[in-house]
Structure formats: structure tokens, C-alpha cells
């Protein structure tokens, strides 16, 4: 390849992030034309099509797919060499937009960004979160760098790493002791509900496809993160079978967790975090009391035979009580898509620090803190 087409490259990548020939030209410090004179001249040289114009913009072709990967190795090793003789770019020069599913955006990203920030803090990352399906389609169209998703796809030009292994577990009868006793009994009729492959985990939910099948049901704090949680609980009721059951058992009310709110209270008001938290929406969906739940459920079409909230709770050391929230309440607080604003750097560093202190502020006298939950415990049952 002639060397001279290295600035065509790049270019042709700046249009692929930017989404338009004209907002590339913007931020090129250039024309239209000269734009789109480079992506002809590299179009002929390659011998193919890389981008097709919209009404939008423009969309990246199969041509294009295959030469985005090498544009953006280009872009990283130009970017490296910068770094070796020290030419570093320009503060927030550099952007780096990934995508990531609910568990790892929650669990495992905040620590990664802020790892990679301390050694680049020239980049501007943003997040997007979605399932694994949707994430790897923006990959593709070019609007996403990278992202972490559930499973391998196996795309060509596009690279896979294994970064994180996630225990599976699976729930089934004390005859079920080894997994080949798992695979007869499968054989044998045993229905098996499995996460939809390239779905979040609420998604597969959502999308129940089967149709009768099953005769028990079991949401365990599940109910909740629905974001569509009536289309959720429809599903559900079309895979049980007749006088099927579901049993129910989530966080409810908005005082779901008083220990939590009251470290969310700290975040709130806190010089360092207020701004950004006054745009936090939240993702929960969460009833007051029994009788809205039964009544939800009702709805749907299910008869309610018990459903009732009750208050739990238990002692813990402030540490424990910061890993239940980073368990499940972190991937709703500390999730960029909940925010009507990016989360500056250092938000989440400076969110958990004020929500530990606020715990160790709640430790009594022997240095534990009584965790209480509010939490919803529902039977529901389809019809005949």
C-alpha cells in the first residue's frame, strides 16, 4: 500500500466516527470536498466502496468494515509513537467510545476507566450500555470503538480478547448432581431456560419466547432492573403452563434500602459529585405496597394468592455493606446511560469514597452497620 494513503486513512476513520463527510470536515479544519476527495482516492486505490451516503450521514459498506480495524491500529500506533518521544496530544484530543453489558459496565469497567485514565488522561471516554447483540452492530457501524460483550462472535477483521470470566451456575433438581445427569435429563424432557444468546440479562425476559412450557417461575431481585417490566411479567405468563407459578422476590419501595439512601444523600449534596448526581435518573421500577405489586400482577392476567413487603436485616461491617451495594444498587447509580449528563472524570472515584465514608458514619458502637431492605415476596399463578 503506498504510504501516501496513510492521511486517506485516517480520514476515512474521522468520517466513520464522526458519522458524517460534513461534521469530519469540521472537525479536520477542512472542506467538504477535500474530504470527500480523499475517500475517492482511497475508494480507487483499494479498489472498493468504503461508505454509502444517507439521508443521516453516511454508512460504512463491507469494504469499509474490512479497512476500519487496520484505520484504527494506524490510529493507536501514531498515537504511541507521539507518547515514545514524548509529544503528548493535547488534553481531551483523544476519544475512545466503548460499549459494555449492564454487569460488566457496573462491576468491572468503573475500575478499568479509571486505571486507564491515570496513564491517559488526554482521552475523552464515553460509555454506551446495551446488550451483546446490539453492542457488537455498533462495532460494526462504526459507532462504538470496542465493546464487552457475553460471548464471541467471530467476526471477520475484528478482534476478540477474553478479558473477564463470569461464574454460571445452574439451578435444577437434588437428582441433578453432574452435568452429563443434567444433559439425560434434558433428553429426557427436563425444560431448561438458558440466557437468549446476544441478550442482557433482563432482555431474555423480556423475550421469553417459549409458550407453555414451564411450571415454576422464579424472580430473585430481578424485578426491578425490567425496563419494560409489564412486557417482562407478559412473557412470563405465556411460558408457564397452566396453574404454572411465579414467585416474586425484589427490592421494593423508594425507601428500598434506608442505609443506601442515606449514603446517596452524602452523594447528592457533595460539592465534588452534586452537579453530575442531580441528573441521575433512576432505572428501578418499585412499588409502595403489596397491594400495587398483586394488583401489577393482576393485571397481567395472574391470580395473586400472597404478596407482601417485609423489612429485613442484617449486620454488617461497612466494607460488607459497600460490596452489597457495588452487588447490585452500583450498576443503577454508577450507570452512565441513567445520567442526563457524561460523567466527568473521576465521578465514580470520588462516589464511592463519599458513599464508604457515609457507611463507616453509620457503624455503631461495635463497628457494624444494621443493613435493612424493604423487599416485595409475591406468588403469582396463571389461570387454568
Known sequence: MDSHLLPDVLTF???????????????????????????????EALGVPLLSRHARGVRVTSGGEAVLPIALRLDALLNDLGYAFGQRIPLKQAKLRLGAIETVAAIQLPRLVSQFLRDSPHVDISVQ????????????????????????????????????????????????????????????????????LGCSYTDAAENLRPNA???????????????????????????????????????????????????????????????????FRSPWFLCETGDEYAEFCRDAGFIVPFARIE???????????????????????????????PMPNGYVESFRRILADAFRAQADGDGQVELVFHRIYLVAVRPD
Request: aromatic share 8%; proline share 4%.
Open 129 to 196: 450500555v446495551g446488550s451483546s447483540s446490539r453492542l457488537i452492530k455498533q462495532v460494526k457501524d462504526g459507532d462504538l470503538d470496542a465493546a464487552f460483550v457475553s460471548r464471541t462472535f467471530g467476526l471477520p477483521n475484528f478482534r476478540e480478547e477474553l478479558v473477564f470470566k463470569d461464574k454460571l451456575v445452574a439451578l435444577a433438581p437434588t437428582t441433578i448432581r453432574t452435568l452429563s445427569a443434567l444433559h439425560s435429563a434434558v433428553k429426557n424432557g427436563l425444560k431448561v431456560m438458558v440466557q437468549r
Open 213 to 279: 412450557e414451564f411450571d415454576v417461575i422464579f424472580c430473585n431481585s430481578v424485578l426491578h432492573w425490567f425496563r419494560d417490566p409489564a412486557r417482562a411479567l407478559a412473557a412470563c405468563k405465556r411460558a408457564l403452563r397452566p396453574a404454572g407459578r411465579i414467585g416474586l422476590q425484589a427490592p421494593a419501595r423508594q425507601d428500598y434500602c434506608p442505609n443506601f439512601l442515606k449514603g446517596i444523600a452524602k452523594v447528592a449534596c457533595h460539592p465534588e459529585t452534586a452537579a453530575t448526581f442531580s441528573r
Open 311 to 341: 423489612e429485613t436485616s442484617a449486620r454488617y461491617s461497612p466494607e460488607q455493606v459497600l460490596k452489597v451495594f457495588e452487588s447490585g444498587a452500583a450498576a443503577g447509580y454508577l450507570n452512565a446511560t441513567c445520567y442526563g449528563v
Open 13 to 43: 476513520l474521522n468520517v466513520v466516527r464522526s458519522g458524517s463527510i460534513t461534521k469530519a470536515a469540521n472537525q479536520l479544519n477542512t472542506v467538504q470536498s477535500n474530504v470527500t476527495a480523499r475517500i475517492k482516492k482511497l475508494e
